[in-house]
């Protein structure tokens, strides 16, 4: 009888994997027509599960939020990496590098955000607030002559606005007011285009979460979830601004997990994604789990950022922030194991995507006992260094302030540069960029009186030094 | 009569008022009285709960993080599914304290699906205490973490996401969900901590709190921050995390759910006691203090005690299967948790015990095991070595074994719990077992007041 149930077991489960099959190839099917080839770092084909398989849902699961399934665990595969170590890239080595001491080359009244530097090195893309208001404007600033133009103005701050170099144009989530009662002020998040000036701008979408709004690396498609349905990306051609929602569904990839049920049940985070700057692949994370998606076959993996020390930690390490390396190789990430803000301390973790080789580090000193907080983290082209905003005290009027730090990612060591100023203490997430030809680092260096931004310039021991 | 010396003697008593006089005004009993209202400045915040640079004030309209729980920001877990914007029309803002500002506190500072909800009442104690103190001192009080973090919205947003029928009073609503449930219970009875001499003994106390440590807290820079022993939070894994002075968050949950993890949804293993009362944890953290409810009374007694370690000396550290006639020797490490010492001068102190079982009331031991040295309040505990050998013979069954402190002067002998009202620790024995059903190891400990 036992053998029969055993037979009868194993039959189940191979129907179950054919239907996983069906429903992987049915949900990521056609994701993407025009994706291009993968890339040969990419070692995760879907494994054969060896627990014994679910059974499949026995109604189909339902459309849109509330999108926490009840089901138990759908056995998505766990992401397989080569087995020995790739030698690192030949890099510079960081000593032979000079840091600039920082210039303050522009200061605001109200907080100044940085989005990222465009390509040719000279421009910067940043926010600036505008005080007494909730709006702030989206700029393009010569870190070399001073210019500013203001391509937009916006509500709210809703994610970093992106650079579109085909249309050299900006996009950008903005508020709108929805509801006014009393002093209940609710808002919708709508999604607009500026060509130049606030003028001249368009809005795209009605309704696009700034939080995860991503353009393709080739820049042709904005990607980004709406909030009426945080499981289905929506894809819009910049160019004939047309809107599809991709067959993408996370509702089958938002599984419970065990011994995290009282955390996950009623929480729907939303999902972020970051494209591999080749296209190959697509990181996708939230609060409870982080994929990897090859836009070529449609295959998603999991992995996991960390140990779970239950008694140390709410959840398991996830992330806040992810950043692909320019070459592919690596993910970096912000990672707290803190279930909601504020967060008791924030670390980096360094993915190697070819190796699975993963380093949790913590740049920054305890402002308290535990308490430490990677904020920002910016690659340089050369993916072998990662500068990162790691807190190293609290002021005597409670703000924090960060040193900068540079990370060997292939030893897995840091140091602080610049140890006697402080940085940072705004928006976590737009104080820290690298320009495309390595050789500045802008970073917020604000006081509690004014947003300022800095310029560091980074260049090879005994080059002769410019002016930001 | 001398006049000479009558005339200096005048003059000492003028010079003596003179000076006496001020102190005498400064002197003058207070009454405390807990205030309703707390006014806070409010700032954008950063995920760390710091104050975001430039120093920026929350204005209406405003929707970052530190403005209000439903926020829209990157690198934050703002409620992806709606933002709303900063609920006051002012900055300072002023708001009751307990239908608004703890109700929005509590959940930023403890998990409340994690944590025991007797940990989260006395969360919401040290919390409110901790407002009273700089509200008395003075202080322009944030929405930071340099305070106490206070983000509108923080209770409508605890999942799943509800907003109460009457925002001005949302407890009174019937449409809470279960977190919010747990968060107005905690802070529903309206208790402070005070802490002081006569007649000042009424003013709120400094309250410091923090999230874990192991083993030991550590002294803060008041005389009821003194590092104690805290033996539950013994796990490998804990990490130091926070200052260390006062409560601890997570040792807090250990205690009341008698368990070496504080998360609800974990079991690391029994500890050999648990405090079912956010009184007892107070006691435990903050040396010497007192609870007082809204109106300035105080409910906890003058003498009081807490049991950290019990060890029964049978393999699992459970209480063993006893039989009348029998011989059980055990020891208790017993924390003095009164605002005062426990001296051998003139005074005696013993750990002793009744035995309790339905039906056949409740019988006082004699086995009493007396201190031999003073014991001061706080730190260190004093650990009783006892020999249970005088059980009931009741018949089968489950017996309740209630430990409790007995003071003896030449006036009496006095239990801490008939004569004071601190809870006596009640544990369940089987007696000359076996017994039908698992009785769990601690059975109710009542506050007899």
Redesign the interface.
């Known amino acids: 009888m036992k053998r029969l149930l055993s037979i009868a077991g194993g039959v189940l489960g191979l129907l179950a994997l054919g239907a996983l099959a069906v429903i992987l190839a049915f949900t990521f099917g056609g994701l993407r027509a025009d994706v291009k080839p993968a890339s040969q770092a990419f070692q995760s084909p879907i494994e054969t599960p060896t627990q014994p398989p679910y059974p499949p849902p026995a109604t189909p699961i339902p459309p849109g939020?509330?999108a926490m399934p009840t089901v138990a665990p759908t056995p998505i595969p766990r992401c397989t990496f080569a087995a020995r170590s790739a030698p690192a890239e030949p890099a510079t080595p960081l000593e032979t590098y000079h840091f600039s001491d920082p210039q303050v080359v522009l200061t605001h009244?109200?907080?100044v955000g940085i989005a990222s530097w465009l390509p040719d090195s000279q421009h910067l893309f940043i926010t600036q607030?505008i005080?007494?208001?909730?709006r702030n404007s989206i700029d393009i600033f010569n870190v070399r002559t001073g210019e500013l133009i203001t391509y937009a103005e916006r509500v709210?701050?809703?994610?970093?606005p992106i650079w579109l170099p085909a249309l050299r144009a900006i996009a950008y989530v903005t508020?709108v007011e929805e509801e006014h009662h009393e002093?209940?002020?609710?808002?919708r998040?709508e999604l607009w285009v500026s060509y130049g000036n606030s003028q001249q701008v368009e809005r795209l979408a009605l309704d696009a979460?700034?939080?995860s709004l991503v353009a393709e690396p080739d820049g042709k498609h904005l990607w980004y979830?709406s909030?009426s349905d945080?499981n289905r990306l929506q894809q819009l051609n910049v160019e004939t601004r047309t809107i599809q929602p991709a067959p993408l569904d996370l509702t089958s990839l938002r599984y419970l997990k065990p011994?995290l049920?009282?955390?996950m049940?009623?929480?729907?985070?939303?999902f972020r994604m970051v494209w591999q700057p080749d296209g190959s692949q697509i990181a996708l994370y939230s609060?409870f789990w982080t994929f990897l998606l090859d836009t070529q076959t449609n295959q998603v993996c999991e992995f996991d950022l960390g140990e779970y020390?239950?008694?140390?930690m709410?959840i398991p390490p996830w992330a806040?922030?992810t950043q692909w390396s320019p070459n592919g190789r690596y993910l970096a990430f912000?990672t707290t194991g803190t279930?909601?803000?504020?967060?008791?301390?924030?670390e980096l973790t360094i993915l190697d995507m070819e190796t699975g080789e993963r380093r949790t580090l913590s740049p920054g000193l305890d402002i308290?006992?535990?308490?430490h907080?990677v904020?920002d983290m910016a690659w340089a082209p050369d993916s072998r260094y990662l500068a990162v905003l790691g807190?190293v005290r609290?002021t005597e009027?409670?703000?924090?302030k960060e040193g900068i730090f540079i990370v060997d990612v292939d030893q897995g060591e840091f140091h602080q540069i610049l140890s006697n100023y402080d940085f940072g203490?705004?928006?976590?997430?737009?104080q820290l960029a690298w320009d495309p030809s390595g050789s500045q680092l802008a970073v917020n260096c604000?006081?509690?009186?004014?947003?300022r931004l800095c310029i560091i310039l980074v260049r090879p021991k005994g080059a002769q030094e410019e002016q930001p | 009569m001398n006049p000479t010396k009558s005339f200096g003697a005048l003059f000492l008593l003028f010079i003596t008022l003179s000076i006496s006089a001020p102190q005498a005004i400064a002197r003058a009993p207070l009454s405390y009285s807990s205030p309703s209202q707390i006014s806070v400045r409010m700032y954008w915040l950063t995920a760390s709960g710091a104050r975001r640079e430039p120093y920026t004030l929350c204005a209406s309209g405003h929707t970052q993080w530190g403005c209000t729980a439903f926020c829209n920001e990157p690198g934050y877990p703002c409620e992806g599914s709606q933002t709303l914007a900063y609920p006051y029309t002012t900055n300072p803002v002023n708001i009751q304290i307990e239908t608004d500002y703890l109700l929005d506190v509590v959940p930023k500072e403890v998990s409340v699906e994690a944590f025991h909800p007797t940990a989260i009442q006395a969360q919401a104690i040290a919390a409110r205490s901790y407002a009273y103190w700089h509200i008395n001192q003075g202080s322009t009080i944030n929405n930071s973490a340099q305070f106490q973090v206070f983000v509108p919205h923080a209770f409508e947003a605890l999942p799943p996401t509800t907003f109460p029928d009457n925002p001005s009073n949302p407890c009174t609503n019937s449409n809470l969900n279960a977190d919010q449930h747990i968060v107005c219970n905690a802070v529903a009875p309206r208790y402070y901590i005070a802490y002081g001499t006569y007649s000042n003994d009424d003013l709120p106390a400094f309250t410091e709190y923090f999230a874990d440590i192991r083993n030991r807290t550590v002294s803060g820079g008041q005389p009821y921050l003194i590092a104690v022993d805290d033996p539950i939070s013994s796990h490998p894994d804990i990490g130091n995390d926070g200052h260390g002075h006062g409560l601890s968050q997570k040792g807090a949950s250990r205690w009341a759910r008698g368990d070496l993890s504080y998360n609800l949804n974990w079991d690391f293993g029994a500890w050999s006691g648990r405090w079912e009362r956010a009184e007892q944890i107070l006691v435990h953290y903050y040396t010497g203090i007192h609870i007082r409810d809204g109106s300035g009374t105080r409910l906890t007694p003058l003498y009081r005690w807490n049991p950290l370690r019990i060890t029964w000396n049978t393999p699992d550290n459970r209480p063993p299967i006893m039989y009348h006639g029998g011989s059980y020797p055990m020891a208790i490490q017993v924390q003095n948790t009164s605002p005062y010492d426990w001296p051998i001068n003139g005074q005696f102190w013993a750990l002793s015990y009744h035995w309790a079982k339905a039906g056949f009331g409740e019988t006082a031991s004699d086995n009493r095991v007396w201190t031999t040295v003073d014991v001061p309040k706080g730190d260190p505990p004093y650990t009783f070595s006892l020999t249970i050998n005088d059980i009931p013979n009741w018949g089968p069954g489950a017996y309740t074994l209630k430990f409790d402190m007995l003071l003896f002067t030449y006036g009496g002998t006095y239990w801490f719990s008939t004569t004071y009202g601190w809870p006596t620790y009640n544990v369940s024995i089987c007696v000359d077992g076996p017994c039908k059903v698992f009785i769990p190891i601690v059975l109710n400990t009542t506050m007899a007041h």
């Open positions: 939020p509330p009244t109200g907080a607030d005080p007494n208001t909730n709210g701050n809703g994610g970093k508020l002093q209940r002020i609710s808002y998040p979460l700034g939080l979830f909030r945080l011994g049920e009282w955390a049940r009623d929480r729907s985070p939303t609060q020390i239950s008694e140390a709410d806040l922030e912000i279930l909601s803000v504020p967060f008791r301390r924030t308290a006992p535990g308490r907080y904020t807190t609290i009027t409670g703000s924090e203490g705004g928006l976590w997430g737009s604000p006081t509690p009186e004014e947003g």
